[in-house]
């Protein structure tokens, strides 16, 4: 439920927050506006005492009453300019007669464009009416056609003048149509402009709510007791740590209640975490030797069933409570920080770049494909001294054994990304620091034919493994399907397609959504629909989440048992 739960808080948050920052910042432009400036006073005429109503030569109302057809409601004197008239009013609408004859009075182009000249003071010239049938948005409150008059000053006045009665309906500018725009951003109604109860501000008024409450929610389940306990008077508590091989690596001093991250990290062993311990990325996983506490919920999200049964847990989220021991992965990798010299860079795609990494000590057998490395990602000083770099893990494009030893990594940058800003500013002759190898993926053992299906940076760990499988001697057949938007996306096309012309059992396609189609409906209709005994394949599959998760639901629908897949941990 946590795991869950902290999704839909972080992106419940990004839309309530960003429709948050369009209300703070429109609220900010409309507080910059001057009212005058908006309400166009200062081309608007003084106001002129309305004549007196003749008292001689005029129907009397209740004669105007008699020759109406209509029902009416209401009856009032009007001056439509120099002209006496009546307006009447029923539920239907208004209208005007002439209060010296009775005679229906129309409002024309030429009374508009009178009484909007009577109306305006200053420089600008008036154009024709234009007759509006229908309320625009800059006369929504009023009902009924209107004529528009626009002037040519600076300030692209337009009058709004009754095509029912010939009243001034609106004065606007350029200003009031800025402002309009805040003001529709503020209350969030995009149709009307007028409904402060819209739909979308009652969604974003609960959201703002929700936000609230599941955040206090994450806040308790992430506080524990001893949290508030001062540490000298916590009981001591040790944590052995063995290789998987069941060597001891070390002792690690910890206090009752920290998490086995933390008392790791302390003690100077850093395990792999792209969230810093934040239970949301499964990078740390260890494994409980004896008495495994039991299953979180981020656990359950992050581990196999199989491996949770044999008392795997993320140590991000294991408390310990008393003293223990716990196997790690890559134990001699956790131990040592690495350093290496970038021998080489240069870009693959627009987006993607290759970073060729020449250790101080060559990269060995243990550097296998499919395995990746964390860089330390250097942190600029903080307010109370320098900060702990980041890490970020980077998988193997190639194998150590055909690129010299060296760590060869391809990198998509994201903009505002740390780490990939980090990545794509290096330069040949830097020098940077990491850890590893690490990670579960790999190629399986066997005779099976071999199906590879990525995109984006998810060409990193195929080609590594494709390469090597190629290179192994092994006749099995080989497929790759690579999925980009574009034909500029598509990285070491000249490469696999000289790769499938040395081995007869390679072949690639590059499948490109631009064309209206995805690369795992291609893997389904034209291999696995073809071919009965494709679902016992072994399968390999990295890249977006989004590619990712649809193609692993695609081969789950097709029965495909052997599936092997890396998801970055994001």
């Not at 209208?95 to 409002?107: E, H, I, Y």
């Not at 072949?507 to 696995?528: A, C, I, K, P, T």
Request: proline share 5%.
């Amino acid at each position: 439920m946590t795991p869950f739960l902290r999704k839909l808080h972080k992106w419940v948050g990004l839309v309530v927050g960003l429709q948050f920052l369009l209300w703070l910042a429109s609220g900010m432009v409309m507080s910059l506006f001057d009212r005058d400036l908006v309400e166009g006073a200062g081309h608007r005429a003084p106001l002129k005492m309305a004549a007196e109503w003749p008292r001689n030569g005029l129907l009397a109302p209740a004669d105007v009453l008699a020759a109406t057809r209509k029902p009416v409601e209401s009856i009032d004197s009007h001056w439509l300019l120099q002209v006496p008239a009546y307006l009447l009013k029923n539920s239907d609408g208004s209208w005007l007669v002439d209060a010296r004859s009775g005679a229906p009075v129309a409002v024309t182009a030429a009374h508009a464009l009178e009484v909007a000249r009577a109306d305006y003071v200053g420089e600008g010239k008036p154009g024709q009416p234009q007759w509006m049938r229908e309320p625009t948005l800059e006369v929504r409150k009023h009902r009924g056609p209107s004529w528009r008059v626009d002037f040519d000053d600076e300030e692209a006045t337009t009058i709004y003048v009754s095509a029912v009665d010939g009243r001034i309906l609106e004065r606007r500018n350029s200003a009031w149509r800025l402002f309009d725009i805040a003001w529709m951003l503020h209350i969030m109604d995009y149709g009307g402009r007028e409904d402060f109860n819209n739909s979308l501000l009652l969604m974003a008024a609960l959201g703002g709510l929700w936000m609230a409450l599941s955040g206090i929610w994450l806040l308790c389940t992430s506080l524990r007791l001893h949290d508030f306990v001062p540490a000298r008077l916590l009981p001591a508590r040790q944590v052995t740590v063995l290789d998987e091989g069941g060597k001891r690596l070390g002792i690690v001093k910890s206090r009752h209640g920290d998490s086995v991250f933390d008392a790791l990290a302390r003690s100077g062993i850093q395990l792999p975490s792209n969230c810093g311990g934040g239970q949301s990325c499964g990078l740390c996983e260890v494994r409980a030797c004896h008495n495994a506490p039991p299953a979180s919920s981020s656990d359950g999200e992050h581990i196999p069933d199989q491996r949770l049964r044999r008392g795997h847990r993320l140590a991000c989220g294991m408390a310990v409570t008393a003293d223990m021991e716990i196997a790690v992965s890559h134990g001699a990798a956790l131990m040592v920080n690495r350093s290496a010299l970038v021998e080489r860079v240069r870009d693959i795609t627009p987006t993607l770049r290759e970073v060729v990494l020449r250790p101080e000590q060559k990269a060995g057998a243990d550097f296998r494909p499919g395995s990746y490395v964390q860089l330390h990602i250097p942190r600029k000083r903080g307010l109370f001294g320098p900060r702990k770099p980041l890490r970020r893990s980077y998988s193997l494009s190639l194998p150590v054994a055909q690129a010299g030893g060296c760590v060869t990594l391809l990198v998509r940058h994201v903009a505002g990304g740390i780490g990939s800003s980090y990545v794509h500013s290096l330069k040949q002759g830097d020098r940077v620091a990491f850890n590893g190898p690490f990670g579960e993926f790999a190629l399986r053992r066997g005779r099976n034919e071999k199906v590879f299906i990525g995109g984006g940076a998810g060409m990193a760990p195929l080609r590594a493994m494709i390469r090597a499988q190629l290179e192994s001697g092994g006749t099995e057949a080989v497929r790759f399907w690579y999925g980009a938007r574009g034909e500029s996306e598509v990285p070491y096309r000249e490469e696999f397609d000289a790769l499938a012309k040395r081995h007869a059992h390679f072949s690639w396609q590059v499948v490109l959504s631009d064309g209206g189609r995805m690369v795992h409906d291609v893997v389904r209709d034209e291999f696995l629909a073809q071919q009965p005994r494709a679902r016992d394949c072994d399968f390999y599959v990295c890249g977006p989440p989004a590619t990712l998760h649809a193609t692993r639901e695609m081969l789950k629908e097709q029965g495909a048992q052997r599936v092997s897949f890396d998801d970055f941990k994001i």
